[in-house]
Nanobody, 119 residues
Framework: QVQLVESGGGLVQPGGSLRLSCAGSGFTFSTYVMSWYRQAPGKERELVAGITQNGGRTNYADSVLGRFTISRDNAKNTVYLQMNSLKPEDTAVYYC????????????WGQGTQVTVSS
């Protein structure tokens, strides 16, 4: 069955870094646009970053531009989110999302990983 498994979350001080990973299985990873979303308590889920199926294009929320980097390794069926210069407002549950590039109706979500930025 389809699985997206996130890892790498945790507690970090402001200004610190974390790298999230999302490993996919049960589907053809290289045909999916991959994205990271986040949801803070009391807020709606928001797009953080996305990357096309071949990694040729990326996009970022304005709030993370210049601090976060999304990348993928199709040989490992894994997408990453490198997060630098973390701020308390980055605290949220981070979710991995996969969307089939030619049919957006086919999409999957991971279970989420908690990121807490606090001193």
């Amino acid at each position: 069955q389809v699985q997206l498994v996130e890892s790498g979350g945790g507690l970090v001080q402001p200004g610190g870094s974390l790298r999230l990973s999302c490993a996919g299985s049960g589907f053809t990873f290289s045909t999916y646009v991959m994205s990271w979303y986040r949801q803070a308590p009391g807020k709606e889920r928001e797009l953080v970053a996305g990357i096309t199926q071949n990694g040729g294009r990326t996009n970022y929320a304005d709030s993370v531009l210049g601090r976060f980097t999304i990348s993928r390794d199709n040989a490992k069926n894994t997408v990453y989110l490198q997060m630098n210069s973390l701020k308390p407002e980055d605290t949220a549950v981070y979710y991995c999302n996969a969307v089939l590039f030619y049919n957006r109706g086919v999409n999957y979500w991971g279970q989420g990983t908690q990121v807490t930025v606090s001193s």
